[in-house]
């Protein structure tokens, strides 16, 4: 006994001892009523100190896995223990499991999309860069809200959110142009979580729901759980088809519209606002709820402010908003808001208080002291520079070594690459990872089983040289699958 015992730097030692002790006695190694060693003497078999043996024996006493006995020492309490024993049992859950858990797993694209590897270059992702993250500004924000309030943010809170978070938030949307009047805004764990919540409320299963084709994946995928009929409006170098959207809007019935407006996931694209304006008064006119995405939406680089789909709604109420700063600044938080009518929000809040209660009080304290100390618009400056140069440099060593029809994107963390008809990204990728590089292929944005010609470039945790050297790989690659079809 305790010959495999090995103490670890990083935890009390304390700690350590109890829990060992306590996987012997649970695995039945110590049989209820078997006394333990003296403290002296396990304290010189494990070279630590009395005291700290005795800390272990005090927190087993406390929960009720030893007893001591005063002038005997410390023995094993009768607790309910496993045996070790051949198992009898064993489900079979690939037949047990609901049909939403099997469509989760078959929607799931970590699951089934090739892997970075150590040494590879990834274009994979679009979260942020943390190397630009202001660490040390945060954990003085946090440290500021939790020596400010303190206990109070550990405990319980609320399902709608931290409220200085949710009157800043109110008080951000009312400078990108949104009225608030008669608004109210629900703290989420990030845009994933909102657009469940929003779903939830407004469709069943078997609506129609319109979106762009192509579209965020992971939205794609939540509506999909849903049980929804998605209808894919073409997106064109200037957007959404307008004739298409109004088509889909007048000849059938539709539950609700779901829109990435600036710098589309996956093609980059911005809505002018003369076309933000146009779908609005369509959403309007025939009396559908938007959900509008703000992703990316601070990423403007240059160029007159362009005011959210909501703000263009003015006091109408069918307008929904997803926000969050999850693909510009500290993605590991999961925060993001849904802002929407007031009787909406209302409906909303109980379906999250079902789910889980409420978001991470400590969390949205931390991040709210972080922002309305100014550290997001610091940060935000410094931010736009970087990324404006890295989307600059991007698309301009696409265009130079990969061979594509179209290099689509305005800004933001990502490009997005069509090739000619008869090419097929994922034979592209599937060469292009033995070589060493690996991306996301275009066909997981699309709602109708099409984009096999395109894919998405994340630009935002490359070097140029990364990409420089990713991009002539790619083009390379691409180059000999041209000679094969010629």
Known sequence: MFNDFKLESSRPAYLQIRDYLKEAILGGIYQAGVRLPATRELAAVLKVSRNTVIQAYQ????????????GQGAFVAAVACKKPQTARL?????????????????????????????????????????????????????????????????????????????DYLTGYMKNKGVDPAGKDLLITNGFTEGLHLVLAAITRPGDRVICENPTHNTAIKIMKLAGLEICGITVHEDGLDLAELESALKSQTVACGFLIPSYHNPTGLVLSAERRQEVVRLFTRYATPLIEDGFNEELRYSGAHLAPLMAFAGPDNHLIYLGSFSKILFPGLRLGWVMGDRELISYLESIKRSYNIHCSFPDQAAFYEYLQSGGFERYLRKARKVYKERHRVAAQLARQYIPARKVWGEGGLHIFIELEPDLNARELLARCYQRGVVFMPGDIFYTDGTGQNTFRLGISRVTPEEMAQGFQIIGAVIRELQGCSA
Not at 59 to 70: A, R
Not at 90 to 119: C, N, Q
């Open 59 to 70: 927190y087993l006493e406390e929960d009720g896995f030893i007893y001591t006995v005063k």
């Open 90 to 166: 064993r489900l079979d859950w690939t037949k047990l499991v609901s049909d939403y858990a099997r469509k989760a797993t078959a929607l799931d694209i970590e699951k089934k999309e090739l892997k970075w590897k150590k040494g590879m270059i990834s274009f994979k992702s679009i979260a942020p860069d943390p190397g630009l993250f202001e660490v040390d500004e945060f954990k003085r924000a946090w440290l500021d809200r939790m020596a400010l309030e303190g206990a109070k943010l550990l405990n319980y809170g609320y399902a709608q959110g931290y409220r200085p978070l949710l």
